[in-house]
């Protein structure tokens, strides 16, 4: 079955440390996403890659970081710089641009920092 | 400013009863609409996506309409179930740089 799959499912560390967050797609598509959901907000952006070694920020990319080296991968790391990171995280991938194409999520990670 | 905005936030009904959300937006240019249903922990997952001339679609039993003049939309599930119970987003893609625009979602729970 094609899909998303996010690892871990929840993640625990200790204020101050780094943590990859991984996300991995077999759909073929070009373009992957990393959003953020938080209780009463709507989703927002972080990053997202529409071609493998190419990636731009989006709405709130302060603290996180991401690689895309290969079409099936697209790893976030939340660094000690993003200011509140306990949240769940959604990765996406989609078929064409966003804009016009359906997402596709996985099941998230949900991280807690204490 | 670039809004989209859904009620009632949350809904309680009976198992084998109708309901409608609502989200109304007011993003500029439009592009689509989509309404996606979040099971709790888990991803969300596309129910339809509509462009502008597209009044009404339907994905089994959830139909979705649009009204691009007065910039709302609906979703209608019929004869619910509890396997119903979920979150539903409404999301607009549009505005200058054509980006999606989320909603926060109606939680919604069905009750035997």
């Known amino acids: 079955d094609g899909g998303i799959t996010q690892s871990p499912k929840y993640l625990f560390r200790k204020e101050g440390q780094n943590v990859t967050l991984s996300c991995e797609q077999n759909?073929?598509?070009?373009?992957m996403y990393w959003y953020r959901q938080d209780p009463g907000q709507g989703l927002r952006l972080i990053y997202y890659s529409q071609i493998v070694n190419d990636f731009q920020k989006g709405d709130i990319a302060e603290g996180y970081s991401v690689s895309r080296e290969k079409k099936e991968s697209f790893p976030l790391t939340v660094t000690s710089a993003q200011k509140n990171p306990t949240a769940f995280y959604l990765c996406?991938?989609?078929?064409?641009?966003?804009?016009?194409?359906?997402?596709?999520f996985g099941n998230g990670t949900r991280l807690t920092v204490t | 400013k670039n809004q989209v905005e859904q009620s009632p936030q949350s809904l309680i009904i009976l198992e084998g009863k109708n309901c409608t959300l609502q989200?109304?937006?007011?993003?500029?240019?439009?592009?689509?609409l989509r309404w996606y249903k979040q099971d709790t922990g888990r991803g969300p997952v596309s129910l339809t996506i509509?462009?502008?001339?597209?009044n009404t679609k339907s994905n089994g039993r959830y139909t979705a309409t649009l009204d691009a003049d007065t910039k709302q939309s609906s979703l209608h599930i019929t004869a619910s179930q509890l396997s119903d119970s979920a979150s539903y987003i409404c999301?607009?893609?549009?505005?200058?740089?054509?980006?999606?625009?989320f909603g926060t979602g109606t939680l919604l729970a069905v009750q035997p």
């Open positions: 996406a991938s989609s078929n064409d641009d966003r804009a016009y194409s359906p997402l596709h």
């Open positions: 509509m462009t502008f001339s597209e």
């Open positions: 989200c109304n937006y007011t993003v500029s240019p439009f592009s689509n």
């Open positions: 759909l073929n598509h070009d373009a």
């Open positions: 999301v607009v893609s549009g505005g200058a740089t054509n980006k999606l625009i």
